[in-house]
């Protein structure tokens, strides 16, 4: 899949990234639009740090399809 990924302070790229597996209570979502908010542009000025294991793929707000759930 492709995703915008924090690329250094300030910057943002256009990356490859391996479709995830919905773990259990998850679900995928094939994602249609997503809107940007201040904690994404502060994230990509080295401002407002992601918690610890969160990856660098911006877009807290998504809308989308879901397209897989995973159990329970």
């Given amino acids: ?3 915008i990924a924090a690329d250094g302070e300030g910057g943002m ?3 490859e ?8 209570g998850e679900v995928l979502i094939k ?3 997503a809107g940007v908010n201040r904690p994404d542009v ?11 294991g969160a990856p660098d ?3 807290l707000e998504i809308a989308g399809e879901v397209v897989a759930a995973g159990p329970g």
């Fill in 57 to 59: 793929v911006l877009g």
């Fill in 42 to 52: 502060l994230q990509r000025r080295g401002m407002y740090p992601p918690p610890p």
């Fill in 13 to 15: 790229a256009l990356v």
């Fill in 17 to 24: 990234r391996p479709v995830p597996v919905p773990g259990p």
């Fill in 31 to 33: 994602v249609a639009a």
């Fill in 1 to 3: 899949m492709q995703a």
